[in-house]
Nanobody
Framework: QVQLVESGGDLVQPGGSLRLSCVVSGGDFSSYDMAWYRQASPGKRREFFARISASGATLYDTSVKGRFTISRDNAKKTLYLQMNSLKYEDTAVYYC????????WGQGTRVTVSS
């Protein structure tokens, strides 16, 4: 079973930046697309917002396009998310996963945007 460990979440002011990481253990990381998801509250569904293909092509939801950058380091089996110009509505627990696979979720990392 592939395990995912997200980190880097924090409390940040509006307009600030954060970099999230997702370390993958097990599995063939470099062969699959990876994606970031977020869940604003326990009562809301987890939503996709950024994806990177095995070859490095990226796709973003309009809510984050131009502010967030997804990247990957296949040698380190790590997925990254650079988050700039953070807004209140970016507050959520952030998760990574393989969009093409049925894989368990990690514990996520919490990002809180507040003044």
């Amino acid at each position: 079973q592939v395990q995912l460990v997200e980190s880097g979440g924090d409390l940040v002011q509006p307009g600030g930046s954060l970099r999230l990481s997702c370390v993958v253990s097990g599995g063939d990381f470099s062969s699959y697309d990876m994606a970031w998801y977020r869940q604003a509250s326990p009562g809301k569904r987890r939503e996709f917002f950024a994806r990177i293909s095995a070859s490095g092509a990226t796709l973003y939801d309009t809510s984050v396009k131009g502010r967030f950058t997804i990247s990957r380091d296949n040698a380190k089996k790590t997925l990254y998310l650079q988050m700039n110009s953070l807004k209140y509505e970016d507050t959520a627990v952030y998760y990574c996963n393989f969009p093409q696979l049925s894989n368990s979720w990690g514990q996520g990392t919490r990002v809180t945007v507040s003044s």
